[in-house]
Antibody, heavy 118, light 110 residues
Framework: QLQLQESGPGLVKPSETLSLTCTVSGGSINNNSYYWGWIRQPPGKGLEWIGTIYYTGNTYYNPSLKGRVTISLDTSNNHFSLKLNSVTAADTAIYYC??????????WGQGTLVTVSS | QSVLTQPPSVSAAPGQKVTISCSGSSSNVGNNYVSWFQHFPGTAPKLLIYDNNKRPSGIPDRFSGSKSGTSATLGITGLQTGDEADYYCGTWDSSLSAYVFGTGTKVAVL
């Protein structure tokens, strides 16, 4: 059974970089059938797609995040990572990693709350 | 500001049926497959419907999806208290070059 688990700091200071890792178990991320991505949910709001990466390293990002996002793969450790720089309070959210199979998100991590505050 | 509009809430008595609409445009719902997700706060969202009307294995046939033009609909029949959750539609938006989610709908069982 595929499992995804997010990890990283729960508190980030304004203007700094948010860094999260998603560790995948039960399957390889080095697989041409799937993409891997990040989605977040600010408190009291809906879901927002952050970005997606393919096993080749090709990335697709939400234009609304204006170039602040970087998603990368580490196939040797079977995980992928998210970096979001210049964070503000508006980036406070539960961050989920998930597997994207041709436009559908079929496996999700439990989510991790990241708070941006000084 | 989501480009996919859902009603904020729907409700019905146990055993009854509810439908949730997802209204978009030709750049998203109208020309791309729609998925639906069930989300209990504090847990991982679950894929309920993909490719407009297909159910992943393990999803009961009480959940159904359909699409017509630029709107998609999720139906839940035989409503149970365990169905009380938030529901989101999602699809690719070709104009935005972004995956977009709907505004979300809270289902209440009366």
């Amino acid at each position: 059974q595929l499992q995804l688990q997010e990890s990283g700091p729960g508190l980030v200071k304004p203007s700094e970089t948010l860094s999260l890792t998603c560790t995948v178990s039960g399957g390889s991320i080095n697989n041409n059938s799937y993409y891997w991505g990040w989605i977040r949910q600010p408190p009291g709001k809906g879901l927002e797609w952050i970005g997606t990466i393919y096993y080749t390293g090709n990335t697709y990002y939400n234009p609304s995040l204006k170039g602040r996002v970087t998603i990368s793969l580490d196939t040797s450790n079977n995980h992928f990572s998210l970096k979001l720089n210049s964070v503000t309070a508006a980036d406070t959210a539960i961050y989920y990693c998930a597997r994207d199979r041709d436009g559908l998100w079929d496996y999700w991590g439990q989510g991790t709350l990241v708070t941006v505050s000084s | 500001q989501s480009v996919l509009t859902q009603p904020p809430s729907v409700s019905a008595a146990p055993g009854q049926k509810v439908t949730i609409s997802c209204s978009g445009s030709s750049s998203n719902v109208g020309n791309n497959y729609v998925s639906w997700f069930q989300h209990f706060p504090g847990t991982a969202p679950k894929l309920l419907i993909y490719d407009n009307n297909k159910r992943p294995s393990g999803i009961p046939d009480r959940f159904s999806g359909s699409k017509s033009g630029t709107s998609a609909t999720l139906g839940i029949t035989g409503l149970q208290t365990g169905d009380e959750a938030d529901y989101y539609c999602g699809t690719w938006d070709s104009s935005l070059s972004a995956y977009v989610f709907g505004t979300g709908t809270k289902v209440a069982v009366l």
